[in-house]
């Protein structure tokens, strides 16, 4: 039996979407993710399997290293480690708009409608210090994510780290419209020193690129995933 995400599918898609920014629409196709799932649905050894573009791997990458543990794969009622392959989209859905005098309605049912796009466009009645958690362009770190996992190797490179000190901690935050990270807290646990160490890198980060709607910057809900690896 093939390893699964808690939830199946329907929550897979899920987790997609709320966690997923499109750093670059101006690319469109599928990022075929790979990664092995451990026996206790540990994700590891997360890498490329198809690329698209740098931008929308490294943030492919970003989102599957975000997952919760895996229902791992079974084998004669045991579970198993297995290496598995999951594609993520970055297409965009055209809904091909009707008139109303064509659709007809069974009686007692309603029609569900789905806007993929905002009708203003420009937002221009929301506050200016509301948070979003969807945008047009996600904050950046300066360089891109191989740049933050580099930052974080680099900040880590003195401290004292033992396996049991290892893993990756979810961390999450604001990023505000000058680029600086605010409401800086754990998402996701590894222990007491763990965390600690991956506060201190996201408080100490330099300020990263702000995220952009409809062609200004805007506060936005981000979270990464800071990898704590073992040295001694």
Known sequence: MPPEFPGG????????????????????????????????????????????????DMEAMRVINLSPKWVPARQNNKFIKSNYSVPISFIVQVIQPVRVKDVQLSPGHNADITIEEPISGNDANDPPDKIYTSVEKAPQFPGGMAKFF???????????????????????????????????????????????????????????????????????????????????
């Not at 750093?23 to 997360?46: A, R």
């Not at 880590?156 to 605010?182: M, P, Q």
């Not at 991956?198 to 409809?214: G, T």
């Open 9 to 56: 599918k329907n929550a897979f898609h899920d987790f997609l979407n709320k966690n997923i920014s499109w750093p670059d629409k101006n690319v469109q196709g599928i990022v075929t993710v790979g990664f092995t799932v451990e026996k206790d649905g540990q994700l590891t050894n997360i890498h490329i399997v198809k690329a698209l573009s740098p931008k929308l």
């Open 150 to 232: 580099q930052y974080i190797e680099d900040g880590l490179k003195n401290e004292k780290i033992t396996e049991a000190d290892a893993g990756r901690v979810i961390v999450s935050f604001v990023a505000e419209r000058d680029g600086s990270l605010t409401d800086i807290k754990i998402a996701r646990s590894v222990g007491a020193k763990s965390d600690a160490l991956a506060l201190k890198l996201l408080k100490n980060s330099p300020k990263w690129l702000p995220a952009m709607r409809y062609g200004r910057p805007v506060r936005v809900a981000f979270a990464v995933p800071v990898p704590i690896k073992p040295n001694i």
